[in-house]
Nanobody, 123 residues
C-alpha cells in the first residue's frame, strides 16, 4: 500500500483547508486509514481514522467537531476537512494505513506511511 498526502498550505486562523490522501496498491480488504500530525519539536499525534469498508470515522478529542474525515472508495482517496483552524494546528500532516478494523490511535500501530504535507495556520 502506498499513500500520498497533499493539500497543505498557509491558512489564516479560523479558516478551513482540505487535505487529500491518495491510496494506491492493494486497495481491497479490511483496512483502516488514518491521519496524524507532527508539530515542530513534538511527537506525531493521532488526528483521526476511517474504516475503509464502511467509511465510519473516529477522532482525537482535540479535533472532534472541527475536523471531518471522509473517503472516496472509487478513486481511493481519503480527505481531511479542517475547519476553524487554530495556530496550534500548524504541523506536518501524514496519512497512514493499517490492516484491520479495530480502533488504531497510535503511530506504532500503522504499517504504511506516506510523505506528509505541511499546514501552517498563521495571520
Amino acid at each position: 500500500v502506498q499513500l500520498q498526502a497533499s493539500g497543505g498550505g498557509l491558512v489564516q486562523p479560523g479558516g478551513s483547508l482540505r487535505l487529500s490522501c491518495a491510496v494506491t496498491g492493494r486497495t481491497f480488504g479490511a483496512y483502516t486509514v488514518g491521519w496524524f500530525l507532527q508539530a515542530p519539536g513534538k511527537e506525531r499525534q493521532f488526528v483521526g481514522a476511517v474504516k475503509w469498508s464502511d467509511g465510519s470515522a473516529y477522532y482525537a478529542d482535540s479535533v472532534r467537531g472541527r475536523f471531518t474525515i471522509s473517503r472516496d472508495n472509487v478513486d481511493n482517496i481519503m480527505y481531511l476537512q479542517m475547519n476553524t483552524l487554530k495556530p496550534e494546528d500548524t504541523a506536518v500532516y501524514y496519512c497512514a494505513a493499517k490492516w484491520g478494523y479495530l480502533k488504531y490511535m497510535t503511530q506504532d500501530q500503522y504499517e504504511y506511511w506516506g510523505r506528509g504535507t505541511l499546514v501552517t495556520v498563521s495571520s
